[in-house]
Each structure stands twice: as structure tokens, then as C-alpha cells.
């Protein structure tokens, strides 16, 4: 069945090739819901209260590098200071909860994108936090990055600026980079709700891959912005050709999602020859694998598209269809 969208209706057709169609209007509700949580972030840090909606902002040394780092780091602080609080290290606790240390010396800033890049620690054990292990920025867990790490981070970053519509990565204001793999080795990316605004990736050397796993976690962390806007799918199941098993709407519309932003991604970079020899395979081999999977999804994505806001399943609805059609850059 086919997929319900008009992509000349509604949506913000940009020049970026990579999430092309996304909604003015839900772009404004997503801006209140992370706005809403830099200041809570905040409150809870400072003492423990949740401020009102209309609380000033004049005084938050975070929005003096942009709301999504501000909450992204914040939300490290406030684990940290769990975490410390926990262990009764009163030195620690301190530390973290101070204005002072409000973006920690150690963290790089991406100088094309503005985004908060720091490194795991790799004699480290991440946290346990939430649905998801977490190396915490304000703890031992994490640590500045190697030239090479940044310098990767960075070209990555770059990459996005290029191709990827920036709405997408409004969501996102913390990379750390994890361990570093081969380019053809299996690597591990992840977001974990208790982190709203974070990333976490391996990483190798060749900046598209980490490119590619940043936009598909911060697909993630856009969408669970986008269903805080608005509301969940119900519990209802659908065969999963990512995961090979019954899986819930909420997680089959955001493998659906990510993996179809991965694929435009790849179009894209391949069709403006900005990755060449073994990139250029690798990014080849990933989506022509991601297309058939999403070919295999996209017979039950009409049915799980209307569990969902009109809106939002609009726009899941237009990244399928145009990751079917090849996700040619737009000019």
C-alpha cells in the first residue's frame, strides 16, 4: 500500500538532500520540547525544582552555547551528581553542580556544527544508567579526545552540515565517541532516553561511517522529541526485517525512521562523490542491504503510520519515500 504523503504539501523542501522533508510546524513544538527540558535540566541541578514554563532565561550560563548543548551537558551534570551523591563523594558532587564547571575544559565544541564532542574513557566501566550504558561527561567516564578522534568528529560533522537538513540534529548536542573499529567491522552506536540529547558511537577513520551512525542515532533522538510533542503508538506489533521478530510500533516506526535516513545518507554521499575507494563500497554495500529491508517494511509502515500523529506519520512517511526513490540531492 502505498505510503500517505504529498511531498509538495506542507512540508519544507530545503537544499539539504537528507531529511528534506521536514515539517515547519512540528519543528516549533519541538523547539518548545527542548527548550522545556534545558529548563528543567537546569532547575533540577541548581535545587531540585521544576521551574514553570515562562521561568527566565537571562541567567543560564549554558544558552551561551545553544539550548541543545546546554540540556545535552546538563543532563550529564545531573547523572554525575546522582551518581556522586551516591557514592556520598561530596568533593565530586560539588564539582559537577557548580556553574563554574557548566561545560567541562575537556570537551571539544564541532567548529561547522556546534555540538559538544568528548571521549570514553576506555579503562572506564560506562555507567549503568536508565535503558542503556552511559559514560557520563563530569565523571572519570569520560575524557577529552585524541587528535584523531576529534579530528574525525569533526570531518563528520562537516559531512552533515553538507547533506543533512540541520532539524535533524537539533535534537542531538553531546558525540562520544566509544572505541575505535575497522571500517568494516561491526560497530556499536546508541542513545539512551535517560541522556535525551546525547550520542554515543565507535568510531574509525574514516569520518562518512561516524557521519552515518550520527545521523542514524540522531534520527532517534528526534523522533522520541517528536513523539514527546505529540503522543506514542499504541501496543501494537509488526514483523521487524532489522531485528527478524515482532517488535512494537514505537520500535518498528523508529528502525523505519533511522535506517531510511541512513539510506538517503548514503545516496547522498554517493551521488556527490564525496566518498571514494573503500567508503564509497562500504557506503554502497549499506544501502543496498538498508533498502531491502526497508522494502520489506514498508508493507505493513500504512498501518503502523496511522497509530501515530498525522503529522509526525507524515514525515516518517516522506523519508520512506524518498529513501525508495534514491534520495538524490536536491537543487
Known amino acids: 500500500m502505498p505510503l500517505p504523503l504529498s511531498l509538495a504539501e506542507g512540508h519544507n523542501v530545503l537544499?539539504?538532500?537528507?531529511?528534506?522533508?521536514?515539517?515547519?510546524?512540528?519543528?516549533?513544538?519541538?523547539?518548545?520540547?527542548?527548550?522545556?527540558?534545558?529548563?528543567?535540566?537546569?532547575?533540577?541541578?541548581?535545587?531540585?525544582?521544576?521551574?514553570?514554563?515562562n521561568a527566565s532565561q537571562g541567567n543560564w550560563p549554558e544558552l551561551e552555547f545553544g539550548c541543545r548543548v546546554g540540556s545535552a551537558v546538563l543532563e550529564h551534570r545531573i547523572k554525575s551528581a546522582v551518581l556522586y551523591a551516591d557514592l556520598k563523594d561530596t568533593e565530586k558532587f560539588d564539582r559537577v553542580r557548580s556553574p563554574a564547571n557548566a561545560l567541562p575544559g575537556y570537551v571539544v565544541l564541532g567548529e561547522m556544527f556546534p555540538i559538544a564532542i568528548a571521549a570514553a574513557n576506555p579503562n572506564y566501566l560506562a555507567a549503568n544508567i536508565g535503558d542503556s550504558p552511559a559514560y557520563l561527561i563530569g565523571t572519570e567516564g569520560v575524557q577529552e579526545p585524541t587528535a584523531r578522534q576529534a579530528d574525525c568528529a569533526r570531518q563528520a560533522l562537516h559531512l552533515l552540515t553538507n547533506l543533512v537538513n540541520p532539524d535533524l540534529l537539533q535534537s542531538m548536542g553531546t558525540l562520544v565517541v566509544v572505541q575505535e573499529r575497522q571500517l568494516w567491522d561491526v560497530a556499536n552506536s546508541w542513545t539512551t532516553t535517560s541522556l535525551k540529547g546525547t550520542v554515543y558511537s565507535d568510531w574509525?577513520?574514516?569520518?562518512?561511517?561516524?557521519?552515518?551512525?550520527?545521523?542514524?542515532?540522531?534520527?532517534?533522538?528526534?523522533?522520541?522529541?517528536?513523539?514527546?510533542?505529540?503522543?506514542?503508538?499504541?501496543d501494537i506489533h509488526f514483523p521487524s526485517p532489522w531485528k527478524g521478530t515482532l517488535r512494537p510500533a514505537y520500535g518498528f516506526l523508529h528502525a523505519l525512521f533511522a535506517f531510511s535516513l541512513i539510506s538517503q545518507y548514503c545516496a547522498a554521499m554517493l551521488t556527490s562523490k564525496l566518498a571514494r575507494g573503500t567508503a564509497e563500497r562500504f557506503l554502497q554495500a549499506t544501502l543496498s542491504e538498508e533498502i531491502g529491508k526497508i522494502r520489506n517494511?514498508?508493507?505493513?509502515?500504512?498501518?503502523?503510520?496511522?497509530?501515530?500523529?498525522?503529522?509526525?506519520?507524515?514525515?516518517?512517511?516522506g523519508v520512506v519515500e524518498v529513501a525508495l526513490a534514491g534520495a538524490h540531492p536536491i537543487t
Open 204 to 234: 574509525s577513520v574514516e569520518p562518512a561511517a561516524l557521519g552515518m551512525r550520527i545521523v542514524h542515532e540522531a534520527a532517534h533522538l528526534w523522533l522520541n522529541d517528536a513523539f514527546r510533542a505529540t503522543y506514542f503508538p499504541g
Open 15 to 53: 537544499r539539504y538532500p537528507v531529511f528534506s522533508t521536514a515539517p515547519r510546524i512540528l519543528g516549533r513544538q519541538l523547539e518548545e520540547v527542548r527548550l522545556k527540558r534545558l529548563r528543567t535540566a537546569r532547575a533540577v541541578l541548581e535545587d531540585g525544582q521544576c521551574p514553570s514554563d
Open 297 to 317: 517494511a514498508q508493507q505493513y509502515a500504512h498501518e503502523a503510520l496511522s497509530h501515530i500523529d498525522s503529522m509526525v506519520s507524515a514525515t516518517i512517511a
